[in-house]
């Protein structure tokens, strides 16, 4: 919302030396957010002047059309003479009354006005436009020309309002009511001890049986509707330039004169307000539900398809208007053609939800629709079509129409009861009953009562609905600068825990190997899933729905993590790192189909235990998951020697890092899940009470999804859940223990069938060396038909031998080799090679 200074000291009467910046400073204090304060024309220097074009030379020879003028500027050259000036303009004419800067002024950007030599001729100064005035866009092109009641001298820095300075305030959605002149400038009078000329304290005439016909069939959409009639404008007639002035300091375009009046009262009294051509208006004027399909074509030229909770305002053919948002082509006032004598003013009162869904649906936000979604004062609907009607009369010489439409849905106020006492338990400070009347009384309250106060809250204020908000607003107004800082004494804690702890050392040690983390959104969209090509049946598919999502195409929570990692992955490549390796920990969500419906919490006590439990049973299951996703080069080529790319098996060591921190030790197997390689996935099980549990899965990702996702050829990945894996974690890790004495080491090649996973036959060598094994590794993978016979391989490892007590003989260190081969070849059908 943009307060122009000058417009707002017409309803408080701030001392004259307050500056924008003072108000600024103010209404921050009063909870506002100002953002910025512009200075308009500050660097404005006259003489700028009202001329009048005497004669017009047409200079001929030149590349585009100019023009030699004289312009009559009285005395303001300080001769009378008329002054000579070189025009590119062509939008005037001899008579006009035109905007003139003469030599020694500087207008704004720094652009200092002296005479000059050009086209052949000497230019004494400057015929103005809108642009070169920092006026901002008025409606019009070229040069501006003023209507010919204004006197020939007259200074045009104060005629046009040129120096003034705006205030820009953000207002968020629960403050409404600051989205017009009226709310700032109650919050101003407020701020400074003031009192307010409140614009909205007009006589307004009662309804009568003579008005515009008007029928509601939509109560709950529409709890108001006022309709006012102005008849024999002026077609002619044009907005004055104070109005024009005030409509573009607040960031609106000038159109025509009854459009004009309506955005002019909709920013003095935040109710929007919509005027037809009555001439176009065919019977009663009607508010209902769209039916499905329905189509209306708005102001804007666009033929829309309406829905079937689309409110819309109708006449004897149909929709006119999409109400609350924009009116409908066909009874706008058009001035073009300057037909237009009569108008019937609308002011409603329409249902926020319904117009913000509405805006929504159709792409179409609109100043009528930002208001209406946050609240506008239904009590001002009269007024604010009455100040309309008392425009139009003044400014087009209109005439009243006696006859007045109201259609009112009976409401009774709303009351809030809070102890006296409540800001000050809120706040801790110790405002009493006193100060917290008068600042609700300042918020627009009515209050009665003592100890426990009773409150009817204004109608311009929907936002107040429980003592909370009351005592909020006595904090805001009293200072939330004048609170305490008075830090919180916790009781003594424990320290992380073991989840906490389990967290945190995996980033480290992800960190530690190169990873890079990178945190992303919990959103995603189906269409991310497709490209992974997760089946219709996966249980990655089915997501928590957000009813408000930030993003129509990410209206879901994560079922997985690899989405927003993989986009980060592709950004940074897209960007010329090439060489990444990342990760992010975080929750997955994972809806079982139990989910209860959510209740409200109390705000005036604690929750129990069983609403706690109530809420926790309405969410989904979120499992603490973690993620790796590389490509490009693992190792970097150098001077010492080649580099190596990431691959499946990078993926794979990264899950057993994470494993390792938690005390897990990790099988492996081959397996198909998408979205990895089929040929290059392995399956990441742990033991899990007692029973072997699938926690993740690590490889190369497939082919398709790496094109689909625009991903750097074979990009690998792994996602393991860290929940499972600290429920296979033994506790605590302990430290292992030390030898003094030396090892031994045996290395043994054993060929099995080419299906038999390695962690197979490594878990047998484990189990059957027995206490004397220290550790094992799988240093070489052989394959081949004519040295092992078909569908054999060749697994070689080193078997690691050592005795905490003594040095282990080579028959000691032999025989736990051997009990492990046999095992291995009870158990695989394993045979030493050669």
């Not at 905007?99 to 400057?126: C, D, E």
């Not at 100040?387 to 009976?410: C, K, N, Q, S």
Request: glycine share 10%; charged share 25%; with cysteine.
């Amino acid at each position: 919302m943009r307060v122009p200074l000058s417009w707002l000291r017409e309803y408080v009467d701030l001392p004259a030396t307050e500056t924008g910046r003072d108000v600024q400073a103010k209404l921050v204090s009063a909870g506002l957010e100002v953002e910025t304060v512009e200075l308009l024309g500050a660097d404005l220097k006259g003489p700028l002047v009202v001329g009048q074009v005497l004669t017009i030379e047409e200079l001929e020879g030149f590349k585009k059309p100019i023009r030699f003028c004289t312009v009559d500027v009285g005395t303001a050259n300080g001769t009378g003479e008329p002054q000579e000036i070189v025009c590119g303009a062509r939008n005037f004419a001899v008579g006009d009354k035109v905007v003139v800067v003469l030599p020694g002024a500087v207008l704004p950007g720094n652009f200092a006005i002296a005479a000059r030599k050009t086209y052949g001729k000497t230019s004494h100064g400057m015929i103005c436009s809108s642009d070169e005035l920092g006026m901002g866009d008025d409606g019009t092109k070229g040069i501006i020309v003023l209507t010919p009641e204004h006197e020939v001298g007259t200074d045009a820095i104060e005629l046009l309002q040129l120096v003034d300075e705006v205030l820009d305030i953000a207002v968020t959605p629960d403050r409404g009511y600051c989205l017009s002149m009226r709310g700032i400038a109650r919050e101003t009078a407020t701020a400074y001890g003031l009192p307010l000329r409140d614009p909205a304290l007009l006589d307004v005439p009662g309804p009568n049986a003579f008005g515009h016909p008007v029928r509601i069939s939509e109560p709950l959409g529409c709890d108001r509707f006022t309709a006012r009639t102005v008849t024999g404008l002026d077609p002619e007639a044009t907005s004055p330039i104070w109005l024009r002035r005030r409509l573009q300091k607040a960031g609106m375009r000038a159109v025509n004169l009854s459009v004009d009046v309506t955005n002019y009262v909709m920013l003095e009294l935040g109710q929007p307000l919509h005027a037809y051509d009555r001439a176009r208006v065919q019977g009663t004027i009607g508010v209902r539900r769209a039916e499905q399909g329905e189509k209306l074509t708005t102001l804007d030229g666009v033929q829309r398809v309406l829905d079937a909770e689309d409110l819309v305002i109708t006449d004897d053919r149909g929709a006119i208007g999409l109400a609350g948002v924009m009116g409908g082509a066909n009874t706008e006032i058009d001035e073009t053609d300057g037909t237009t004598t009569e108008v019937v003013v609308e002011a409603a009162h329409f249902d926020a939800l319904s117009i913000a869904r509405t805006a929504r649906r159709h792409k179409l936000a609109s100043e009528a629709s930002k208001r209406f979604e946050r609240g506008v004062d239904p009590q001002a609907a009269s007024a604010a079509a009455q100040r309309t009607v008392d425009l139009l009369v003044l400014l087009a010489g209109g005439t009243a129409d006696a006859g007045v439409t109201e259609v009112i849905a009976p409401s009774a106020p709303h009351t809030i009861t809070i102890p006296a006492d409540h800001p000050d338990k809120v706040a801790g400070v110790g405002y009493g009953r006193e100060t917290v009347v008068r600042r609700l009384q300042q918020v627009g309250c009515d209050v009665y009562g003592q100890d426990e106060l009773i409150v009817t809250v204004p109608s311009w204020r929907p936002d107040l609905t429980d003592p909370n908000d009351l005592a909020e607003e006595v904090i805001r107004l009293e200072g939330y600068e004048n609170l305490p800082s008075t830090l919180p004494k916790p009781p003594a804690g424990r320290g992380l825990t073991e989840r906490q702890r389990l967290h945190r050392r995996v980033g480290r040690v992800l960190a530690g190997a190169g990873y890079v983390e990178a945190p992303n959104y919990p959103f995603i969209g189906s269409q991310v899933l497709d490209d992974l090509g997760i089946d219709a049946d996966d249980p990655r598919r089915t997501v928590v729905t957000l009813v408000n999502p930030l993003s129509d195409e990410e209206p879901a929570l994560r079922t997985t993590l690899l989405p927003g990692l993989l986009g980060a992955l592709r950004r940074n490549d897209g960007r010329g790192s090439h060489d990444l390796a990342l990760f992010e920990t975080g929750p997955v969500f994972r809806p079982t189909g139990e989910e209860r419906v959510a209740v409200r919490l109390p705000v005036d006590r604690r929750p129990t235990e069983e609403e706690l439990a109530g809420l926790d049973a309405a969410l989904p299951r979120q499992p603490r998951r973690v993620a790796v996703v590389l490509a490009g080069a693992r190792e970097q080529a150098g001077w010492w020697g080649k580099g190596r790319s990431g691959d499946w098996a990078d993926a794979v060591e990264a899950a057993r890092l994470v494993a390792r921190e938690a005390g897990v030790e990790l099988t492996v197997r081959g397996d198909q899940h998408a979205p990895w390689h089929p040929g290059r996935c392995a399956a990441l099980y742990a033991v899990v009470d007692g029973a072997q549990t699938l926690v993740g899965h690590a490889g190369e990702l497939h082919p398709r999804v790496v094109k689909a996702l625009h991903l750097p050829e074979r990009t690998c990945a792994m996602e393991v859940e860290l929940d499972l894996l600290e429920a296979a974690s033994a506790g605590v890790v302990k430290g292992p223990r030390i030898s003094t004495f030396p090892v031994a080491t045996q290395d043994v090649a054993l060929v099995v069938d080419r299906s038999v996973p390695h962690a197979d036959v490594e878990a047998a060598l484990r189990e059957g060396a027995g206490e004397l094994l220290e550790s094992i590794r799988l240093f070489d993978v052989y394959e081949s038909a004519q040295q092992l016979g078909e569908g054999k391989k060749s697994l070689a490892y080193a078997l690691r031998f050592r005795a905490g007590d003594r040095t282990l003989t080579v028959d000691e260190a032999s025989a736990a080799r051997d009990a492990a081969v046999a095992l291995a070849g009870e158990r695989t059908g394993a045979v030493l090679r050669g």
